[in-house]
């Protein structure tokens, strides 16, 4: 088996637990595995990130201006400079099977936080975006956990934006249109949570329609 | 079925339309590529017209086999590098190719375009100015290579040691292809060697349309009647070339890739001319030559007439401690003075990139004129510059620079030459880096190390044997 990753081969350790039974299929070898940083306990209990003590700044900004728009976001990984080369493969390359490589990390981190049974929310792309990549990576995600995407949201005008600074994109107009109201619990999957607006634009839908409670699940932190 | 797996060991080209005289057209950019849609820079109204004149056609871009799949644009056929996705364009679960996605992922719904070869190359009078003189020996290669162009579909090895003057030989080919109005391409595995022989054809032939093609090149059109170019490159032609010249073909990651062979094979036309240039063939070459199979020419004589500098080798038994200790010995430091106090500018190999700038920090801190290069340095192109204009005194280096790159007058240095990166071509081209230039025709090669390899055995036995028969010859 390859490393789906740097593709080269994996050496199965043979120890008497994988000597009785078939070794596992690895896709991903020890040194890619080891530069992928999973995001520790401790950081901000809100947004996962890693580099602060009880709520970091951002999220403390955010309950003053919108309290209550999102519960909580569970990201797996750091996204360092490995993982931002892993993710430009993966979704902008378009090398679609990249992410299963640690596909048994995220399925952990995801049933740890305990949404396995909650409807799971894409973040949806523009149809230019879309017929680019060939994939929409939020969708690519719940196949990985082996899920079915809930399409409650469309997007009304396309991602450019995103090159913006901060400020502008939390004043900047929704992006999403609510098409399925849900009045349940309920997780926003997307491929990265880096100022955390993209997921509060689609909670605020959410929640303005009657949704009490909005998680969010995003691999890269 | 049998069909099928004879097709899958031996790679066929029948799906590539033929290019028939009645498809001639005036799009350069178009002829004999292999490109994607989005590669293509044609808008939808004219590619309406240019399928059916034939200019342009559609082809599957992975073939299904019984056992498995083919990628056309890089011959992949390893099952772990096919993968499948659901496909938004097309509502399906479709099948890409892994090996060549950082070209743009290649899918199986989605189609590949050819476009037809038939176009007139302008036919060139008198192209070339080179006012220089072959040697005897180069003449001898040159009349091979020649032989080869005018004949048409064949191949050729040309068997000649580093310093040969490789280059020049293939002038007198290259002014009759040019002259007949066939298309060429110079293909090799190294960028490196792209950047060093694009500038010499230009002035060989000033008035020639020639682009260098490489990763990051600027030029990116590939509409020239002669291109130096990466073999990397050749995954976007197919039938395109009357000759194409692979040059350093034992070269990585040319001679281990078969896809590489595979896009060399694509990209020349059914009945071109292959003209291999190597100063060390691999043992498959050696075969064939052997078996008279592959036409070959052999020149063991530098252009100047000299002989190759045979390599001393020098053993240290504490090079393992030093280097553990990010030190060179004593004994390699005061070589590296000696030297240093003489003209010649040094290269110094080492088997890691760690190393070499390891070395080269300690060497600076020591007062020396010194700067490093590596695989993955951007600055690499200036830093061989600026050490060819001897702006500073020391290069040290990895096998990056084992081939291709010429300075007229260095010493070379290996340390830690038993490492098992340091194979016997590897060391051959390293030496051949030495006593380049007539005026300074000979050059110091010690190769330092802490027990003896076949490889470096092997590597002084060959450059001997080189030596010998230059002087039989
Ligand atoms: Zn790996
Ligand atoms: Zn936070
Ligand atoms: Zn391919
Ligand atoms: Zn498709």
Same mark, same amino acid.
């Given at each position: 088996?390859?490393?789906?990753?740097?593709?080269?081969?994996?050496?199965?350790?043979?120890?008497?637990?994988?000597?009785?039974?078939?070794?596992?299929?690895?896709?991903?070898?020890?040194?890619?595995?080891?530069?992928?940083?999973?995001?520790?306990?401790?950081?901000?209990?809100?947004?996962?990130?890693?580099?602060?003590?009880?709520?970091?700044?951002?999220?403390?900004?955010?309950?003053?201006?919108?309290?209550?728009?999102?519960?909580?976001?569970?990201?797996?990984?750091?996204?360092?400079?490995?993982?931002?080369?892993?993710?430009?493969?993966?979704?902008?390359?378009?090398?679609?099977?990249?992410?299963?490589?640690?596909?048994?990390?995220?399925?952990?981190?995801?049933?740890?936080?305990?949404?396995?049974?909650?409807?799971?929310?894409?973040?949806?792309?523009?149809?230019?975006?879309?017929?680019?990549?060939?994939?929409?990576?939020?969708?690519?995600?719940?196949?990985?956990?082996?899920?079915?995407?809930?399409?409650?949201?469309?997007?009304?005008?396309?991602?450019?934006?995103?090159?913006?600074?901060?400020?502008?994109?939390?004043?900047?107009?929704?992006?999403?249109?609510?098409?399925?109201?849900?009045?349940?619990?309920?997780?926003?999957?997307?491929?990265?949570?880096?100022?955390?607006?993209?997921?509060?634009?689609?909670?605020?839908?959410?929640?303005?329609?009657?949704?009490?409670?909005?998680?969010?699940?995003?691999?890269?932190? | 079925?049998?069909?099928?797996?004879?097709?899958?060991?031996?790679?066929?080209?029948?799906?590539?339309?033929?290019?028939?005289?009645?498809?001639?057209?005036?799009?350069?950019?178009?002829?004999?590529?292999?490109?994607?849609?989005?590669?293509?820079?044609?808008?939808?109204?004219?590619?309406?017209?240019?399928?059916?004149?034939?200019?342009?056609?559609?082809?599957?871009?992975?073939?299904?086999?019984?056992?498995?799949?083919?990628?056309?644009?890089?011959?992949?056929?390893?099952?772990?590098?096919?993968?499948?996705?659901?496909?938004?364009?097309?509502?399906?679960?479709?099948?890409?190719?892994?090996?060549?996605?950082?070209?743009?992922?290649?899918?199986?719904?989605?189609?590949?375009?050819?476009?037809?070869?038939?176009?007139?190359?302008?036919?060139?009078?008198?192209?070339?100015?080179?006012?220089?003189?072959?040697?005897?020996?180069?003449?001898?290669?040159?009349?091979?290579?020649?032989?080869?162009?005018?004949?048409?579909?064949?191949?050729?090895?040309?068997?000649?040691?580093?310093?040969?003057?490789?280059?020049?030989?293939?002038?007198?080919?290259?002014?009759?292809?040019?002259?007949?109005?066939?298309?060429?391409?110079?293909?090799?595995?190294?960028?490196?060697?792209?950047?060093?022989?694009?500038?010499?054809?230009?002035?060989?032939?000033?008035?020639?349309?020639?682009?260098?093609?490489?990763?990051?090149?600027?030029?990116?059109?590939?509409?020239?009647?002669?291109?130096?170019?990466?073999?990397?490159?050749?995954?976007?032609?197919?039938?395109?070339?009357?000759?194409?010249?692979?040059?350093?073909?034992?070269?990585?990651?040319?001679?281990?890739?078969?896809?590489?062979?595979?896009?060399?094979?694509?990209?020349?036309? $059914?009945?071109? *001319?292959?003209?291999? +240039?190597?100063?060390?063939?691999?043992?498959?070459?050696? @075969? =064939?030559?052997? #078996?008279? %199979?592959?036409?070959?020419?052999?020149?063991?004589?530098?252009?100047?007439?000299?002989?190759?500098?045979?390599?001393?080798?020098?053993?240290?038994?504490?090079? $393992?401690?030093? *280097?553990?200790?990010? +030190?060179?010995?004593?004994?390699?430091?005061?070589?590296? @003075? =000696?030297?240093? #106090?003489? %003209?010649?500018?040094?290269?110094?190999?080492?088997?890691?990139?760690?190393?070499?700038?390891?070395?080269?920090?300690?060497?600076?801190?020591?007062?020396?004129?010194?700067?490093?290069?590596?695989?993955?340095?951007?600055?690499?192109?200036?830093?061989?510059?600026?050490? =060819?204009?001897?702006?500073?005194?020391?290069?040290?280096?990895?096998?990056?620079?084992?081939?291709?790159?010429?300075?007229?007058?260095?010493?070379?240095?290996?340390?830690?030459?038993?490492?098992?990166?340091?194979?016997?071509?590897?060391?051959?081209?390293?030496?051949?880096?030495?006593?380049?230039?007539?005026?300074?025709?000979?050059?110091?090669?010690?190769?330092?190390?802490?027990?003896?390899?076949?490889?470096?055995?092997?590597?002084?036995?060959?450059?001997?044997?080189?030596?010998?028969?230059?002087?039989?010859?």
């Amino acid at each position: 088996m390859r490393c789906y990753v740097c593709h080269q081969e994996i050496m199965l350790v043979v120890t008497w637990d994988t000597f009785w039974r078939p070794p596992k299929k690895e896709k991903i070898c020890n040194d890619c595995l080891d530069e992928m940083k999973v995001l520790g306990e401790a950081g901000c209990p809100v947004c996962s990130r890693e580099d602060s003590t009880g709520v970091c700044f951002d999220c403390k900004r955010w309950t003053k201006s919108h309290p209550d728009l999102l519960k909580r976001n569970t990201s797996v990984y750091h996204y360092n400079g490995f993982a931002k080369d892993l993710v430009a493969r993966w979704k902008y390359r378009g090398d679609y099977v990249l992410i299963q490589s640690v596909e048994e990390q995220i399925v952990k981190a995801f049933d740890e936080a305990g949404y396995r049974n909650w409807p799971l929310i894409p973040i949806p792309l523009s149809d230019e975006r879309e017929k680019e990549r060939g994939f929409n990576q939020s969708e690519a995600i719940i196949e990985l956990l082996n899920k079915s995407p809930v399409q409650a949201l469309v997007r009304s005008h396309s991602e450019k934006q995103s090159k913006k600074g901060r400020l502008e994109r939390i004043h900047s107009q929704n992006p999403f249109t609510l098409v399925e109201p849900i009045c349940k619990p309920v997780v926003l999957v997307d491929d990265i949570y880096t100022t955390g607006t993209t997921v509060r634009h689609a909670a605020s839908l959410l929640t303005e329609q009657g949704c009490p409670e909005v998680y969010s699940f995003t691999v890269f932190r | 079925m049998l069909k099928d797996f004879y097709n899958y060991f031996v790679p066929r080209f029948d799906w590539i339309p033929s290019s028939k005289p009645s498809h001639s057209h005036s799009h350069p950019e178009l002829a004999g590529k292999l490109l994607q849609r989005n590669e293509l820079h044609v808008p939808e109204e004219q590619l309406k017209y240019l399928i059916p004149q034939s200019v342009l056609t559609e082809v599957d871009a992975i073939e299904r086999f019984v056992w498995g799949y083919q990628c056309r644009r890089c011959g992949n056929r390893k099952h772990d590098l096919f993968a499948k996705m659901p496909h938004a364009n097309c509502g399906k679960e479709c099948v890409y190719c892994r090996h060549c996605i950082q070209l743009g992922r290649v899918m199986d719904c989605e189609p590949l375009y050819y476009g037809s070869s038939s176009f007139q190359w302008l036919e060139y009078s008198r192209p070339c100015q080179w006012e220089g003189e072959l040697s005897h020996h180069q003449e001898k290669a040159a009349a091979e290579i020649t032989k080869t162009v005018h004949h048409g579909k064949g191949e050729l090895l040309v068997w000649a040691v580093c310093g040969a003057g490789k280059t020049e030989m293939l002038y007198p080919g290259l002014t009759l292809a040019l002259e007949k109005g066939k298309r060429v391409c110079l293909a090799t595995p190294r960028v490196d060697v792209v950047r060093e022989l694009y500038p010499r054809f230009q002035k060989a032939f000033p008035d020639v349309k020639i682009q260098a093609l490489y990763g990051d090149s600027d030029e990116k059109r590939g509409d020239a009647p002669f291109l130096v170019a990466t073999t990397h490159q050749l995954y976007r032609y197919a039938h395109a070339f009357d000759v194409i010249i692979i040059d350093e073909v034992d070269a990585f990651p040319y001679h281990n890739d078969p896809t590489l062979h595979f896009a060399s094979k694509r990209a020349a036309k $059914p009945d071109a *001319s292959i003209i291999y +240039l190597t100063a060390t063939p691999r043992k498959k070459f050696k @075969r =064939r030559i052997k #078996s008279g %199979n592959l036409p070959s020419v052999f020149i063991p004589r530098r252009f100047h007439g000299h002989p190759l500098p045979v390599p001393t080798l020098k053993m240290m038994y504490n090079l $393992p401690s030093y *280097s553990k200790r990010k +030190l060179l010995p004593p004994a390699i430091l005061n070589t590296i @003075r =000696r030297q240093q #106090s003489t %003209n010649r500018q040094l290269l110094l190999f080492f088997p890691s990139i760690k190393k070499a700038e390891e070395t080269a920090r300690t060497l600076y801190t020591r007062g020396y004129q010194v700067k490093s290069v590596h695989s993955e340095d951007p600055d690499r192109e200036r830093k061989i510059l600026q050490f =060819r204009n001897k702006d500073y005194r020391i290069l040290v280096t990895t096998t990056i620079l084992e081939r291709g790159v010429t300075f007229s007058s260095v010493d070379v240095f290996v340390i830690d030459a038993g490492h098992e990166v340091f194979d016997e071509a590897a060391l051959v081209q390293i030496a051949g880096r030495a006593g380049r230039s007539p005026e300074d025709p000979d050059g110091e090669v010690i190769f330092f190390h802490s027990g003896k390899t076949n490889a470096l055995l092997d590597a002084v036995d060959h450059i001997r044997d080189m030596n010998r028969l230059a002087d039989r010859s």
